[in-house]
């Protein structure tokens, strides 16, 4: 069993910061690609950011310069760093996981929850 487990959500007024954290937990052998979506209301889901194994990362054009997205193997977790956040930023952030588990050969893609990020003075 796999779960992804997002945290770091909130409230935060336009200009802040937040960062977003998500654990990757269970039978994992590895993780290939970690990235984040986001769903404002009203709209579809978009990609933020993905980061791949070795490292690549790519953004949506609206959060570069803004957002980074890095991972930490040893821990299984990905984290997204927002700075100087708009208020078009609020929206439900997903984590999303190509996860190997072990004993398998198959790459399985996983989703966290969702987090809700509020952007308002």
């Known amino acids: 069993q796999v779960q992804l487990v997002e945290s770091g959500g909130g409230l935060v007024q336009p200009g802040g910061s937040l960062r977003l954290s998500c654990a990757a937990s269970?039978?994992?052998?590895?993780?290939?690609?970690m990235g984040w979506y986001r769903r404002a209301p009203g709209k579809e889901r978009e990609l933020v950011a993905l980061?791949?194994?070795?490292?690549?990362?790519d953004y949506a054009d609206s959060v570069k310069g803004r957002f980074t997205i890095s991972r930490d193997n040893a821990k299984n977790t990905v984290y997204l760093q927002m700075n100087s956040l708009k208020p078009e930023d609020t929206a439900v952030y997903y984590c999303?996981?190509?996860?190997?588990?072990?004993?398998?050969?198959?790459?399985?893609?996983?989703w966290g929850q969702g987090t809700q990020v509020t952007v308002s003075p």
């Open positions: 269970g039978s994992i052998f590895s993780i290939n690609f």
């Open positions: 999303r996981a190509g996860i190997i588990k072990t004993g398998t050969w198959s790459l399985v893609n996983y």
């Open positions: 980061i791949q194994s070795g490292g690549s990362t």
